[in-house]
């Protein structure tokens, strides 16, 4: 049985709490605090995403808690307009919160949006460091692509 959850696109009015699994996010990644800076800048970004017609931001609740978000957009393909691109920029979901599938419900569901977009492919990065992530991607047909061996912030 799938468990109740709720997914729905980000308002202006989600953005502070959404801003605080951020912070979880960057903490789990870094394992040190956000700085303020970054959190304006990325507050900024989140409301900028809101005015862009092609960059979503997908929240996923449950029992009326954030507990995951997917930031995704389309692009078309600079050499060749024809053609679209997906992009997963972001995921997130709370620890508590994972293995109920619920990650995968919300992923799909970035998939989908974006394949019926038109997009013929679908990007996103792992950390190598993140081999539980990499996994999950796999899982849902994903393939290595590329790897960088140093992520510039």
Known sequence: MKELATFRYMEETDIDRLMALVAAYSLELSHVPMRRAK?????RYLNETLAERDHFVLLLEREGE???FVD???ERCRQDHRMIFGEIVEFYIVPACRRRGLGRRLARRAIEHLDALGA???NLSVLTTNPAGGAFWEGLGFRDHSLRKRLYL
């Open 66 to 68: 954030m507990c995951g």
């Open 72 to 74: 995704y957009r389309a």
């Open 120 to 122: 013929e492919l679908v």
């Open 39 to 43: 959190q304006a800048e990325y507050r």
